[in-house]
């Protein structure tokens, strides 16, 4: 059974993965464009066309979103996301030209590896490319490939991540799911039970220090560097939803952050939720609980993100730690 953001009718997923570097980037792709939305409420955001997402502006569909490694390089990888949709005929008539409408956002992962490494226009293409309707592979792949967690003690301490996904079907046949690049600079708790699931790792005994405790106990000033976090992510749906409904499930997506990641939308983070809705599904679906299912599945997929992620660049994935 397909539990991730591909169980969205009409969404197909691609990944560009260079373990080598730790970098890389995710396509998600809607053939007959999607209605788009888009909320930024991290401090450091790197984004490409978000602002014709918003209600007030004309363009009413979205053919790809792009997620990518390589902090503001990596938007060039967006640009082969465009060619790619552009070769297949995709994009809107403006006047003698078919363009494809891509938004895009990044996340820091310079310096796991190297910094001189980072998604380009061809690796966007190459994502594009390779973009199916199966299951999304999930972990230290594609923007989630140079991830990291927990970064309040520095990169040093910190966890391995990835990119996530989870899916669900509410009441009315609609399937909401959501794909989240977790690069968080605070840790990732389990909404569920409120454990420190992921943060600086203690080096006295296996385990893991609480982010928010340390920054009010300690302060931020001088512990870890900033602008080097930001998740980002998309949700989905194949309900028919108008341009205001698209944006509010982008806001509302952002409790599912705040639930799983603390602290989150800091200063040092750049977090971005974009919105795709298909429109594949018939009925009138119900916002509230539309909304309520994107907070859940946003929550689910920062979860899956350090549960799958393998280690990389000398930083441990849960998988990797005797946790006693």
């Given at each position: 059974m397909n539990s991730t953001i591909t169980s969205v009718s009409g969404l197909e997923v691609g990944h560009y993965t260079d373990l080598d570097n730790a970098t890389g980037c995710?396509?998600?792709?809607?053939?007959?464009?999607?209605?788009?939305?888009?909320?930024?409420?991290?401090?450091?955001?790197?984004?490409?066309?978000?602002?014709l997402l918003r209600p007030v502006y004309r363009v009413n569909q979205v053919h790809a979103v792009v997620l990518s490694g390589g902090s503001a390089f990596g938007l060039d990888s967006a640009s082969g996301a465009m060619r790619y949709l552009s070769q297949n005929g995709i994009g809107i008539q403006a006047g003698p030209a078919l363009v494809p409408i891509v938004s895009a956002a990044i996340l820091f992962d310079l310096g796991l590896v190297t910094e001189k490494v980072y998604p380009?226009?061809?690796?966007?293409?190459?994502?594009?490319?390779?973009?199916?309707?199966?299951?999304?592979?999930?972990?230290?792949?594609?923007a989630g490939t140079?991830?990291?967690?927990?970064?309040?003690?520095?990169?040093?301490?910190?966890?391995?991540?990835?990119?996530?996904?989870?899916?669900?079907?509410?009441?009315?046949?609609?399937?909401?799911?959501?794909?989240?690049?977790?690069?968080?600079?605070?840790?990732?708790?389990?909404?569920?039970?409120?454990?420190?699931?992921?943060?600086?790792?203690?080096?006295d005994h296996p385990g893991f220090l609480d982010s928010n405790a340390l920054l009010l106990e300690q302060g931020a000033s001088e512990i870890g560097p900033p602008l080097t976090n930001t998740t980002i992510g998309v949700v989905a749906t194949d309900a028919q939803l108008t341009k205001e409904d698209a944006n509010?499930?982008?806001?509302?997506?952002?409790?599912?952050?705040?639930?799983?990641?603390?602290?989150?939308?800091?200063?040092?983070?750049?977090?971005?939720?974009?919105?795709?809705?298909?429109?594949?599904?018939?009925?009138?679906?119900?916002?509230?609980?539309l909304g309520a299912a994107a907070v859940e599945v946003t929550a689910q997929a920062v979860l899956r993100a350090v549960q799958t992620a393998t280690g990389l660049g000398g930083i441990p994935a849960l998988r990797d730690l005797d946790r006693g």
């Open positions: 995710t396509v998600i792709i809607c053939r007959r464009g999607a209605v788009g939305g888009v909320d930024v409420r991290g401090g450091s955001p790197g984004t490409r066309e978000t602002d380009t226009s061809a690796d966007g293409f190459t994502a594009s490319a390779a973009a199916t309707t199966n299951s999304m592979p999930e972990g230290s792949v594609g140079g991830a990291t967690v927990g970064k309040v003690l520095g990169i040093e301490r910190s966890i391995k991540a990835g990119i996530g996904s989870a899916s669900i079907q509410v009441p009315g046949g609609f399937t909401i799911a959501a794909a989240i690049a977790v690069n968080a600079y605070g840790g990732i708790v389990d909404y569920r039970t409120g454990q420190v699931l992921a943060g600086p790792r203690r080096e509010h499930l982008s806001r509302v997506a952002h409790d599912g952050l705040a639930m799983s990641i603390r602290p989150c939308h800091t200063m040092r983070d750049g977090d971005t939720m974009f919105t795709m809705a298909t429109g594949a599904a018939s009925g009138t679906p119900d916002m509230t609980v």
